[in-house]
Each structure stands twice: as C-alpha cells, then as structure tokens.
C-alpha cells in the first residue's frame, strides 16, 4: 500500500501557495488545524497580497498613515477593511451643543481639531473623549470660524468677518495661544484656507483669493497677489509640491466653477475641458498627488479630474442625489464623503463605480448635513449641526448595520411599485 499524503507533511513554500487561494475567513479557520498552520497563517507572507486589496486600510500613502492611529498590521488589515464594508463598528457621539452651526474638523494622528461657531478646540486622539480632554484656544474669538487648518504647531484660522488669525500649541502644556492675525484680510467670510511652506492661500465669500507671504514676515500684512474669481469662493487648496493650487466657486457667473493657478507667477492655468451646468458649485477637494485633483459640490457628483490631460477622467454620483458637502481620502483608492441630507456619509472604492457602504451620523438628527468629515484605517469622524461623531470599526464583535443592502431593498421595492401604478 502507497503512503498516504498529508497536507501538514508538505513543505512551508508549497502550502504558502495552497493557502494563497484561500478566502482570508478560511485562513482564520486553517490558523486552528494546528500548530505549524497558525504560524504560517501568523506570519506575513500570506497578508500581503490580501492586505492591498480592500478599501481604507491600505495604508499606502505616506501623508494617509500620518493620521492614522494606530497603524495595522498585514493580517489586521483585511479584518478592518471587512468591517468598513459590511458596516460592522461602534459609534459614539463625542461632543454636542444646543445651537446648530456650521462646523469643520480636522485629523491628526494625536489630535482630533473642532471648530463650531467661534469655538475651537482639540480633542487628544490617546485618550478618552471628555470634557478634560479638550485642547482649548486661551483667546477670546470674536467673529465665528468658517474653516481652518492645522500644521505642525500652528493652526490658522479664517472668520466670517474677514479675518486671519494664527495661533501656536505649546508642547508642555497643551494650550493654544494667539499669535498674530490680519484683521482685514478679506471684506466678508472666508470659506477657504491653505498653507505650503511658502504661502498662504485664502478665499472669500467676496469673489476674491490673496495669496500670502510667510509666517513671522512683516509683508503677511499684505497680500503678495490677489486674484479675482468674480464669484464666490467656496473652496481651494494647494497640490502636494506646493507648486499650484486650485479653487472652486460657486457656479453662478459665466466663468467655470473650478481654475488651477500658478503658485509662483500667480496665472491661471487653462488646461481643464468640461461642459460646466449653471450651480455646480465645488464645496470641497482633495489632491490625490500633483496630477490628480478630486472635487464636489452642488452638481452632486464627486468628479476625477486629471491635470495631464485637462479631463474630468470619471464621476460618482450620490446614491440619494444629493448635494456633496465634503470629500475626505486615503491619496490611493479610498474616498469619504458627507451629503446634503439624513446626516449620511458615504463610503466609496475609486475601483468600483458604485459606492461601498453608507453610514448615518445621527438617526435622531436626519435633517442636518455631514459639513465635514475625516478618516483613518480604522475610524470615521463627522461634524453635524449639532454633533461630533466617531465610528470605531477595528472591534471584532459588531453587530451588522448594512444600510447599502437597506437602501437597495428600498430602491428595489419603490421601483416594484413604479411598476405596479404604471400597470
């Protein structure tokens, strides 16, 4: 009689490819056949083929895991990314207020940022989230804050009255002082802020943008250019080298809603074709790298755009038709969006043409936007009108809320009825 083969008998290299076929819930299952299977489904080798695949956990961009905390490892990864996907988290609301405002967040590796009204504070992503937590401005803010950035130390504010203001975190003490500010900036709101290491670029609600000289120069008090959108801005933002910017307006005037300009002789670069509608304003964008520019807004569409070629390369449209607030990436293939309506988020795969999963802020709340949002690997954070809110989605016993299956169901059956009255 022939001897019997085993599968725990071939060499490691061999059942490496075996176990490469496997689904990675039957690698878990193999893990505990025995002792010699776990070590090899323990190690790395198998995870990382398996660990580029799924959506929001790929880690891939340099500028993407520095807000990440913590950062996965290979075999996390895909568990994590399951999660995402078949909406398997927990959610905590982290902070509330009575009035409703228009807020803007921001995340960090070590901090979450929140500005609401003429609020700002930060909450310490390493510890728990209450009241002691918060990094509080030590200043009074007169005018209430439209939008912000946080870099490095310093964070620069812009105010519904047209101002800008800089403030400094000290290291020892977790406070944020006032540092300088330019009280007359611009004539009304400003709705959009950004620094490179050599300027800073604002734009306002006054149709204007003015590019900035350097922090701690005396020329900040004066614009080194400005530049007039003869619409209102409702957005911008400069590209990874620092090297251009672009900004969105609102849509209404015969120009297009969207202009990249030259960062060094400050001139409008006519390379993007697109057939424009009257309204489509741009609420938001994202550089995914120097060529590739993501935006949305009021036309409901997160559009792909591509510098080499001047196009708009593709386009996702809500799932409920909605206007798009705010746009959130991991710079390779994940997007994140907050609508118009029903406090709703919205997961999406760059790869796919239809959207991943969706998430709902506050079922109680479901006629506030998501104004902004923010993501890691393994968290969701968005502001409503009333709420800060965190999803969690690195647990391994979540209970499954998939309202991608819901609202199929729901479009399926309103169709079914569609059908039945045309009858």
């Not at 620069?156 to 003490?173: A, E, L, N, V």
Request: hydrophobic share 35%; aromatic share 14%; proline share 3%.
């Amino acid at each position: 009689m022939t001897d019997v083969w085993r599968l725990d008998t071939l060499p490691s290299d061999v059942l490496i490819l075996i176990f490469d076929y496997c689904h990675a819930f039957d690698l878990v299952r193999l893990s505990e056949v025995c002792t010699r299977f776990y070590e090899i489904v323990r190690g790395e080798t198998l995870w990382v083929k398996k660990s580029k695949q799924p959506v929001v956990t790929n880690q891939t961009s340099r500028k993407f895991r520095e807000r990440c905390n913590p950062l996965l490892c290979l075999r996390t990864k895909w568990h994590v990314s399951h999660n995402w996907q078949y909406g398997r988290f927990e959610k905590k609301i982290l902070f509330s207020q009575k009035t409703k405002l228009m807020p803007w967040i921001q995340l960090t590796e070590d901090t979450l940022w929140w500005s609401g009204g003429n609020q700002l504070f930060g909450f310490r992503r390493s510890e728990s989230f209450h009241e002691n937590n918060r990094i509080i401005v030590r200043d009074n803010i007169r005018s209430d804050i439209c939008k912000f950035i946080a870099r490095n130390e310093c964070i620069i504010t812009g105010h519904r009255d047209g101002s800008i203001k800089f403030w400094t975190k000290s290291r020892c003490d977790e406070r944020i002082e006032f540092y300088f500010s330019i009280d007359k900036a611009h004539t009304c709101d400003i709705n959009a802020i950004d620094k490179t290491s050599e300027a800073i670029i604002s734009g306002s609600g006054d149709g204007t943008v003015k590019v900035w000289g350097p922090v701690g120069q005396r020329i900040l008090n004066v614009p080194l250019t400005t530049i007039n959108i003869t619409d209102r801005v409702w957005s911008l933002s400069a590209d990874p080298t620092g090297k251009k910017f672009a900004v969105g307006s609102a849509g209404n005037s015969d120009c297009p809603p969207l202009h990249i300009f030259d960062l060094e002789c400050y001139s409008e670069s006519n390379i993007l074709k697109h057939n424009w509608r009257r309204g489509a304003g741009i609420l938001h964008m994202v550089w995914d790298n120097p060529q590739i520019l993501l935006t949305c807004g009021y036309d409901t569409y997160i559009r792909k755009w591509d510098l080499r070629t001047g196009t708009c390369v593709y386009s996702w449209p809500d799932p409920t038709d909605a206007a798009v607030y705010c746009l959130s990436s991991d710079y390779y293939y994940t997007m994140m969006t907050g609508t118009q309506f029903n406090c709703k988020a919205v997961l999406w795969d760059q790869r796919q043409k239809s959207y991943v999963q969706i998430y709902f802020m506050d079922l109680c709340r479901m006629s506030s936007p998501v104004y902004c949002l923010g993501f890691d690997s393994t968290h969701l954070y968005g502001a409503t009108d009333q709420h800060l809110v965190e999803f969690t989605f690195s647990g391994y016993s979540y209970k499954e809320t998939n309202y991608k299956e819901f609202l199929r169901y729901e479009q399926i059956r309103s169709n079914w009825t569609s059908t039945d009255w045309i009858v």
